[in-house]
């Protein structure tokens, strides 16, 4: 697991109490200051932000794709919207759909399919062309479609294009080209999704102040900005916050029957109803079926039909949680069967007819789980499909340009990627990636959980929590403020879920208690017990009960109070060894374990006290000072065969031979490093592979 460094933001001197002056709640105050506000002129900025809805026509080519579509309206040209299969795709398709067609226009729909690839295809023009289209206007796509726009103009297609994504070195050649991220685009807003975008395309088509557009459209735009992680600022709190707002009583029957069908009907709408909700039910049919069930229901007006589509659409996510658990899993188990791949600087996973559809979430499951970069690759008859997710500042497009002869294609950026490979060449470019990794690419820094402000369980009123929704939506660069509790202890543990599995922990701080939910990890798997002193991270917000609204708390981490981040570095230290650096040899020397660390840890693991999930406990019981040393003589141990995962705790295995736990090749290893011996082969002094040239 990740051994985050616990980070308080600093705030301006002074700040909260010049915003205590002016009359904002202990909490929300706290927060403000941490966040940048040093005065109640900043904080009301923030949170009343006085900018509208920018005026379409500063997009470039905004004029040009109005004039084009109106001259299609007019002579009843059919035109089509050639979307994705994202939720971003989707919602913007029937934005623009329901915008043509309530002015009279001839128009379908296109969804490419994940087999298909993505974006404009030449074989998708070509069918176009031959079905009579005179007009194509892409929407979340087609910025790149440079060879694609080229092959519409030779079949006579006229092309629009809208997007949000970063353009390349070339425009495609097209009417219009309608992208804020353009370098000569003059909007002063550069951070829409492809539902923005689309949009702001309909509040030009209708002549109207983009305000004027949200009642019919706002809960779509809503719905894209979020799903698509944009950031949650300027425009898009304006979209977010109106859309959510009519999404909490919308009169659609496909978002109705969509909240119907995951529990969420009459509950508070937020942006995590979104971004855990709504969007997956919608991904899901893109992900494992066809995104235009899910553009069905978006435009569907009967409310019997969009609660059979939701319905299909919930058992269509089920199938995509299964399919993503069992590859997940299994590339878990190669990176585990093999220490090697894990000492690799980018993670690289392949599996035979893995679902296509589920490995960019488990590239990003496994990138969140190892913190570093990983692709996951699913293979068929010899060809590979795969995608990759890499951690800031990674440059994860960068890599695969470097390395693009061992591929067939590649696309994306420095976040997020996709590529097409043939599975004779995964060990070249396995080898070729993480060389370019060790040249240009800083090892990934502890993790780091900011933390807004320490508070006290007496400051956690259904009041101030109340102040503190005056921040929302939450989402990206607005994340849920996370508040620090110290000095609590552990009052009741109990399971949760349907299943039981998640856990339900009463915290208490004096007199004070406070019910708090741990999400993914069942009672029997959490390491803390009834009676320990514990320091909590935690998001509050207010939950409408039967009894009433009332403070509820998600535990976002916990550790052994007074534990500190001295964990966190050597934990750094440790992963860097185990993904082949040559650590300096005071840093080695220090996770080098002595005998009696090994055999401390042991004996709690006799014991039934180690739990595989969150070490923090052992570390604090045998020493912030030694957390590198207890991770290298855990890793020595299983290295060794004589400890098993077993239901989330390390256990003993029995042998029939006594084992020299000096040969575990993670001691010998530090052993060399820390006697500062040459490097083994395949490192040098700075961790990065050698040529065997």
Not at 198 to 216: N, V
Not at 500 to 520: D, K
Request: glycine share 10%; charged share 20%; proline share 6%.
């Amino acid at each position: 697991m990740n051994y985050f460094a616990w980070q308080i933001r600093p705030a301006a001197p002074d700040a909260e109490q010049a915003l205590a002056a002016a009359g904002y709640g202990v909490l929300l105050r706290r927060v403000l200051a941490a966040r940048g506000c040093a005065d109640a002129e900043a904080a009301r900025r923030l949170l009343e932000p006085e900018q509208g809805l920018s005026d379409p026509f500063l997009l470039k080519d905004m004029d040009r794709a109005v004039a084009r579509i109106r001259q299609a309206i007019e002579a009843e040209e059919p035109i089509v919207i050639y979307g994705d299969y994202d939720v971003d795709g989707i919602c913007a398709t029937a934005i623009l759909y329901e915008c043509l067609s309530s002015q009279g226009a001839h128009v379908r729909c296109k969804l490419p399919t994940r087999g298909g690839g993505y974006g404009l295809t030449r074989a998708a023009l070509e069918n176009l062309a031959a079905k009579g289209f005179s007009l194509v206007v892409t929407v979340d796509n087609g910025i790149s479609a440079v060879e694609e726009a080229a092959c519409a103009r030779k079949l006579g297609l006229d092309l629009i294009v809208t997007d949000h994504h970063l353009p390349g070195a070339a425009l495609p050649e097209a009417v219009a080209v309608v992208d804020p991220r353009r370098s000569d685009d003059a909007s002063p807003f550069k951070s829409l999704c492809g539902a923005g975008v689309a949009f702001k395309l309909c509040a030009a088509l209708e002549g109207c102040a983009p305000e004027e557009l949200l009642e019919m459209y706002g809960e779509l735009a809503a719905l894209g900005t979020v799903a698509d992680v944009m950031p949650l600022v300027g425009e898009n709190r304006i979209l977010v916050r109106e859309g959510l707002a009519l999404l909490q009583e919308t009169m659609r029957p496909g978002l109705q029957a969509l909240l119907e069908s995951g529990g969420y009907a009459g509950k508070p709408v937020t942006a995590d109803t979104v971004s855990y909700g709504l969007a997956p039910r919608l991904n899901a049919a893109g992900r494992m079926d066809n995104a235009a069930v899910a553009l069905k229901l978006l435009l569907c007006g009967d409310e019997d039909q969009a609660a059979g589509i939701a319905a299909r659409l919930a058992e269509i996510n089920t199938e995509r949680q299964q399919a993503e658990q069992e590859v997940f899993a299994a590339a878990c188990r190669l990176l585990e069967q093999d220490p090697a791949r894990l000492r690799d600087r980018v993670l690289i996973v392949a599996g035979e007819d893995w679902h296509p559809g589920v490995i960019g979430i488990v590239a990003a499951r496994l990138m969140e789980r190892y913190n570093r970069p990983a692709i996951a690759i699913s293979l068929h008859e010899g060809e590979g499909r795969g995608s990759g997710r890499a951690p800031d500042p990674f440059d994860l497009h960068g890599a695969l340009a470097a390395c693009a002869g061992h591929l067939v294609r590649f696309g994306g950026h420095a976040a997020a990627a996709g590529l097409e490979i043939e599975e004779e060449q995964l060990p070249a470019f396995r080898q070729a990636v993480n060389a370019w990794a060790a040249e240009h690419a800083p090892r990934p820094k502890p993790a780091a959980l900011p933390l807004d402000a320490a508070v006290t369980l007496e400051e956690l009123t259904l009041e101030q929590v109340q102040q503190l929704q005056q921040l929302a939506p939450f989402g990206r660069e607005n994340p849920t403020p996370v508040l620090l509790v110290q000095d609590a202890v552990i009052d009741g543990v109990w399971a949760m879920g349907a299943e039981g599995r998640h856990t339900r922990v009463r915290l208490r701080q004096g007199r004070q208690t406070l019910f708090a939910s741990l999400f993914g990890v069942p009672p029997q798997k959490f390491a803390y017990p009834v009676g320990t002193p514990v320091e909590a991270a935690l998001e509050v917000s207010v939950f409408s009960g039967r009894s009433g609204p009332m403070v509820s708390a998600h535990l976002k981490a916990i550790r052994p109070a007074g534990l500190g981040n001295l964990p966190s570095e050597q934990a750094a230290w440790f992963e860097a060894l185990c993904a082949g650096a040559a650590l300096d040899p005071l840093r080695a020397a220090a996770l080098l374990p002595r005998r009696e660390d090994t055999v401390a840890l042991y004996k709690r693991i006799r014991g039934g006290q180690v739990f595989s999930g969150d070490l923090q406990p052992v570390f604090a019981a045998q020493g912030a000072e030694n957390a590198g040393r207890t991770l290298a003589s855990l890793t020595a141990l299983q290295e060794l065969g004589l400890i098993e995962e077993q239901d989330g705790r390390w256990l003993p295995v029995q042998v029939a031979q006594k084992r020299d736990l000096a040969s575990a090749p993670v001691l010998q290893r530090l052993a060399r490093q820390a006697a500062a011996q040459p490097a083994e082969k395949g490192e040098n002094e700075d961790g990065k592979p050698e040529s065997d040239a």
